[in-house]
């Protein structure tokens, strides 16, 4: 069975600090990783997927196969980051994906 | 391009009743995943359709059943409704692939009274 772990509810760091969002998994192949952002009234949407490799709005994440974890890291919060963090997995099966969410992150970015 | 778009965006039911929920997909996709997010939790996967054919279906009851129609909209149904069915529901549509982009609509609150 899959499963996605976020282990932080609610993570509040102040504007300029460094941000990491943790995300651990677990799954018997090769997953597929995405995180997605709910900002205040708007629907979900893709941040990025670790297949693209990018840095989306100074966001960063790193899959390690090793330790199961797909964290998402930026090395200096803005207040416009502050927003509902979600880690998701597809699995290898056909068809779109079927994304296996964790239970998301509430990102604060205090001034 | 247009969006998903969800109809309707907010709906309170009785326990035993069946309900409707409507989804239009994102022009030129073809796949419509349905999900559930309870108060507080990660959406969870209900199922998907593909080409008008349910191509995977997550840990719920055959009470919860959909189409795919051939404009490639969607209906959730649910017979039966309980009160831990109240819940947002999400429509997300995407092109075949499992590294592809879900994109999603604004959701259904589904009230069980």
């Known amino acids: 069975a899959q499963r996605v772990t976020q282990p932080e509810k609610l993570l509040s760091v102040f504007k300029g600090a460094p941000v990491e969002l943790k995300c651990n998994y677990s799954?018997?192949?090769?997953?597929?990783l995405f995180w997605y952002v709910q900002y205040s009234r708007q629907r979900l949407q893709l941040l990025l997927r670790h297949i693209s490799r990018e840095s989306i709005k100074g966001f960063t994440a790193d899959l390690n196969k090793g330790e199961t974890s797909f964290h998402l890291k930026k090395p200096f919060a803005q207040e416009e980051d502050s927003a509902m963090y979600y880690c998701a997995l597809s699995g290898i099966t056909g068809g779109g994906n079927k994304l296996t969410f964790g239970t998301g992150t509430q990102l604060k970015v205090e001034l | 391009e247009t969006g998903v778009t969800q109809s309707p965006t907010h709906l309170i039911k009785t326990r035993g009743q069946q309900v409707t929920l409507r989804c239009s997909s994102q022009s030129g996709h073809n796949t419509v995943s349905w999900y559930q997010q309870a108060l507080g939790q990660g959406p969870q996967f209900i199922f998907q359709y593909y080409r008008e054919e349910e191509n995977g279906r997550g840990n719920f009851p055959p009470r919860f059943s959909g189409l795919q129609f051939p404009n490639y909209s969607s209906e959730l149904n649910v017979n039966a409704l309980e009160l831990d069915d109240s819940a947002l529901y999400l429509c997300a549509s995407s092109l075949t692939g499992v590294d592809t982009e879900a994109f999603f609509g604004q959701g259904t609150r589904l009230t069980v009274v």
């Open positions: 799954y018997s192949g090769s997953p597929e």
